[in-house]
């Protein structure tokens, strides 16, 4: 949606953004916290925004927690925040084999952590591998041979941080992936999000998501069902929900390739904050030809110039 360069948010643009916005989707690593460290002034921001009767979304790329998991770390950091505002990679996860109507007698493969899990065994899926598989080995013995396992039909991968050999195996040449591509071609291929890097600690960025699903791309020559940003399923999925009109909803987020291209792809509102993976000089590069409608140093920004 946004053809020209960025504006920086000034006093007379957030009244006009406030003004025809009614509800505000927030990215929430480099938004509204850092690993476990909240951003400076989000929850008065929120609670100002909720108190002038602005709808809040929360939507996170981040598969490893669940839905309920992230509610306790909102409350956590004094943020109050429902279940039913959150939006993470690992519901999304879940909600797409929901839509799909993936058959309940077949399990799903995760390469994935609890959060993970526990979604799709809400969603009433039997999930298999997570976070117990990574304590296994390969033994690569000349007679070594796994059967297939026919009841599988989704893999699902997001951030793991016990993937192993053995859950590549697994996926890649042996029991699923292998239905993938030769044995079952029907077993599906969903990633949650194939964020390069993430905040797992709040000083230093860590291997995201990205490079666990392109080791399994990288083998099979599969494309994953990508359900995070930037894919239109999440937002489909809450534009459905809570029947807002994308017209009046704003993006805010710090990332260019997930977060403002989500938002403008629907049609939204988009505004990037500098607290999080992107700098001014990354916006600016000539090489960037995403630019959102707006972009400040942080939430409480807006707070701050609606004063
Ligand atoms: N994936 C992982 C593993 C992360 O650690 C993070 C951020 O910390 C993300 C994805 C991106 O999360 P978000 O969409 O909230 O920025
Ligand atoms: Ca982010």
């Known amino acids: 949606k946004a053809t020209r360069p960025s504006q920086p948010l000034s006093p007379q643009n957030v009244r006009d953004l406030f003004a025809s916005v009614d509800a505000f989707l927030f990215d929430c690593d480099g938004v509204i916290w850092k690993g476990n460290t909240l951003i400076d002034?989000?929850?008065?921001?929120?609670?100002?925004?909720?108190?002038?009767?602005?709808?809040?979304?929360?939507?996170?790329?981040?598969?490893?927690?669940?839905?309920?998991?992230?509610?306790?770390?909102?409350?956590?950091?004094?943020?109050p925040?429902?279940?039913?505002?959150?939006?993470?990679?690992?519901?999304a996860a879940a909600m797409y084999l929901k839509l799909i109507d993936f058959p309940r007698d077949k399990k799903v493969y995760v390469i994935g952590e609890e959060g993970l899990l526990e979604e799709l065994e809400r969603a009433g899926y039997t999930g298999l591998g997570g976070p117990d598989d990574g304590k296994k080995m390969v033994q690569?013995?000349?007679?070594?041979?796994?059967?297939?396992?026919?009841?599988?039909?989704?893999?699902?991968?997001?951030?793991?941080?016990y993937i192993n050999y053995y859950?590549?195996?697994?996926?890649?040449?042996c029991r699923y992936g292998t239905l993938c591509i030769?044995?079952?071609?029907?077993?599906?291929?969903?990633?949650?999000?194939?964020?390069?890097?993430?905040?797992?600690?709040?000083?230093?960025?860590?291997?995201?998501a990205g490079c666990m699903v392109a080791a399994i791309c990288g083998s099979t020559q599969?494309?994953?069902i990508v359900v995070g940003k930037p894919s239109t399923f999440m937002m489909d999925f809450l534009l459905q929900k809570f029947q807002i009109d994308t017209s009046k909803m704003c993006m805010v987020g710090d990332?260019?390739?997930?977060?403002?291209?989500?938002?403008?792809?629907?049609?939204?509102?988009?505004?990037?904050?500098?607290?999080?993976?992107?700098?001014?000089s990354t916006l600016q590069d000539p090489s960037n030809n995403i630019?959102?409608?707006?972009?400040?140093?942080?939430?409480?920004?807006?707070?701050?110039?609606?004063?």
Not at 146 to 158: K, N, T
Not at 167 to 173: C, E, G
């Open 81 to 91: 925040v429902c279940e039913d505002e959150i939006f993470s990679s690992s519901f």
């Open 140 to 161: 690569l013995k000349p007679n070594s041979l796994f059967e297939h396992d026919m009841s599988v039909g989704a893999v699902v991968v997001g951030l793991d941080q």
């Open 255 to 280: 990332r260019l390739d997930t977060d403002i291209l989500f938002g403008q792809n629907a049609g939204c509102t988009t505004l990037l904050v500098l607290s999080g993976v992107t700098n001014l």
């Open 291 to 307: 630019q959102p409608d707006y972009h400040t140093n942080k939430v409480s920004d807006i707070l701050k110039l609606l004063e």
């Open 167 to 173: 859950k590549l195996h697994m996926v890649i040449t």
């Open 222 to 224: 599969k494309e994953p």
């Open 182 to 208: 030769r044995e079952n071609p029907g077993c599906l291929f969903i990633a949650t999000n194939q964020d390069a890097v993430g905040h797992m600690t709040d000083l230093q960025e860590w291997p995201g």
């Open 41 to 79: 002034g989000v929850p008065q921001t929120l609670e100002m925004l909720r108190s002038k009767g602005k709808k809040l979304v929360f939507v996170t790329n981040n598969s490893t927690k669940s839905r309920r998991q992230y509610a306790e770390k909102f409350h956590s950091l004094g943020i």
